[in-house]
């Protein structure tokens, strides 16, 4: 089922949950959208991905479902499992009342005893579903395997159950921050947007649409400090997220202008290492110089 009309419609649609988007990013959703296809978004940490994928079911009406990647993520916190627990007390219960092996095997695998994760739960999903599969290079190589299977024909095969079908196929988003190279075989199944922050302008548009109340000047000085936070060689830069948590909080102060006794009083709210704060303040001593 598509959901976005066209390229203006998918742009039109996102900003109106405030999630503002350039022309490369809203055709790439529009044509995840058109074709079917995955899209995959790589990029720096706070750049938005996660949030593109909120915006996109939040747009469409959608339910979001997550799978959210580690090391050591395997197919049974991925995929499915059985309900073990469960298992063994029908198994117990029935012995206790002298059923044999061969009565029991059947019914303990049978669709009570499932517990679908997010993979599964996607593909079984009746309603619009956007499947968000983040950090997907935190997740070890076996796990791209799986998701290979599962986004070529997005269906599963449970033995004991046979193959599950996904009867409204999910908009699938795959996150990236790059930490390591995913595979060619995963990216050639996907659409690819590289996510970076915004410009000046657009992160402006994007504070004001979040906070509208906040003044347009005050809006300029805090996302030229963001920019200027971010070239310097911090563990954390700070994210489009945590501009808008900066702008919130001047709203919640009552600071009308960011002066540098401000900065450093609310360095918390946009930068969340010691160090990177030690740095930031050394520079508005040298400013002060």
């Known amino acids: 089922m598509v959901h976005f009309s066209s390229i203006e419609d998918a742009r039109d649609r996102l900003a109106a949950t405030g ?52 090391e050591g993520l395997d197919e049974a916190r991925a995929l499915y499992e059985w309900n073990y627990r469960k298992q063994l007390l029908r198994i117990q219960a029935a012995q206790d ?21 997010p993979l599964l739960q996607a593909i079984r999903s009746e309603g619009p579903t956007v499947l968000l599969i983040d950090e997907t290079d935190k997740a070890d190589v076996e796990v791209e395997g799986l998701l290979l299977e599962v986004l070529s024909e997005f269906q599963v095969t449970i033995p004991e159950l046979g193959t599950v079908k996904a009867t409204s196929q999910p908009f699938v988003v795959l996150t990236s921050n790059a930490t390591r190279e995913l595979s060619e075989a995963l990216k050639r199944r996907c659409l690819y947007a590289h996510v970076d922050y915004p410009d000046a302008e657009r992160e402006r ?39 808008i948590d900066w702008a919130r909080t001047m709203q919640a102060l009552g600071v009308q202008e960011l002066t540098d006794a401000v900065v450093e009083q609310t360095l918390g709210v946009v930068l969340k290492h010691q160090t990177d704060r030690a740095k930031v303040r050394e520079q508005l001593r040298l400013g002060q110089a």
Not at 36 to 44: D, M
Not at 104 to 111: C, G, K, S, T, W
Not at 213 to 235: G, K, P, S
Request: proline letters at 5%; hydrophobic letters at 50%.
């Open 97 to 117: 009342q002298g059923a044999a092996w061969s009565q029991l095997h059947d019914d303990i695998f049978a669709e009570e005893f499932l517990l679908p994760r």
């Open 19 to 70: 999630y503002l988007v350039d022309d490369e990013l809203a055709t790439v959703v529009f044509l995840g959208d058109a074709l079917g296809k995955p899209i995959l978004l790589e990029g720096p940490a706070g750049t938005g991905k996660t949030e593109l994928a909120k915006a996109v079911a939040q747009a469409q009406g959608a339910t979001l479902v997550r799978l959210q990647c580690y």
């Open 205 to 243: 548009a994007i504070v004001m649409s979040r906070v509208p109340e906040i003044a347009e000047d005050l809006t300029i000085a805090l996302v030229r400090a963001i920019r200027a936070m971010r070239v310097q060689d911090l563990r954390k830069p700070p994210s489009v997220a945590e501009t």
